[in-house]
């Protein structure tokens, strides 16, 4: 069964150092998002991108953290410098504009723990 | 936005039936779709209600009445297994992103 892939699986910083998540989709899949989760909570939406252009990106604090998927196939989400209420798990997702139950392929995560 | 309400916490028996409601208040609401996860886990795709009614999926069925902005997805023959946050998410009309609830924990007891 085809996965989403992210790395690293866990990521352990000091506060104001550059922090960088990257996430490759299930191939043909045209929709990544990048969600941030909390424990204890639901995922949240940071950015998502329909091939290499962002389309919605209103809750992702630009001010630090940035996105990009340069040739619309893997991603890149970074955050720099990075805060201790920054640490969460980061998630990726993909999805196919073919489907009709708009299920998404989570990956596995990026563990963050900004100390 | 959407903002969408789950009890947090759930504990029934195993082999028992339970019942997960869902709420919520939405602007540009699509459709609601429920996702499972599994502590330390990835959130996975249980069902999607794009209609009003009840879809069903092997143990696991979903329902969603537009008109009461209501949702519920119902777990039959629990098995431990099942113990695991379960999250209602509300489609988007606008780019069909998901809008999370906080999650409702499921604790199945022998």
């Known amino acids: 069964e085809a996965e989403v892939a992210q790395s690293p699986r866990y990521k352990i910083t000091e506060k104001s150092q550059a922090v960088a998540f990257w996430c490759d989709p299930i191939s043909g899949h045209a929709t990544l998002y990048w969600y941030r989760q909390i424990l204890g909570q639901g995922p949240e939406l940071l950015v998502q991108f329909q091939d290499e252009s962002v389309v919605d990106d209103s809750q992702l604090p630009k001010d630090r953290f940035s996105a990009e998927r340069l040739k619309g196939v893997d991603s890149t989400l970074k955050i720099q410098p990075a805060e201790l209420g920054d640490s969460a798990m980061y998630l990726c997702?993909?999805?196919?504009?073919?489907?009709?139950?708009?299920?998404?392929?989570f990956g596995s995560g990026t563990r963050l723990t900004v100390v | 936005g959407q903002s969408l309400e789950q009890p947090s916490e759930v504990t029934a028996v195993e082999g028992a039936i339970v019942q997960i409601n869902c709420t919520y208040q939405?602007?540009?609401?699509?459709?609601l779709s429920w996702y499972q996860q599994h502590d330390g886990g990835a959130p996975t795709f249980l069902s999607y209600?794009?209609?009003?009614g009840l879809e069903e999926t092997g143990r696991f069925s979903s329902f969603l009445s537009r008109s009461d902005s209501y949702g519920y997805l119902l777990l039959q023959e629990l098995q431990m297994k099942d113990s695991a946050s379960y999250f209602c998410a509300g489609v988007s009309n606008s780019g069909y992103a998901l809008n999370f609830g906080k999650g409702t924990s499921l604790l199945v007891t022998p």
């Open positions: 939405t602007s540009g609401f699509y459709g």
């Open positions: 209600n794009a209609l009003d």
């Open positions: 997702a993909s999805s196919s504009p073919y489907g009709t139950n708009y299920g998404y392929t």
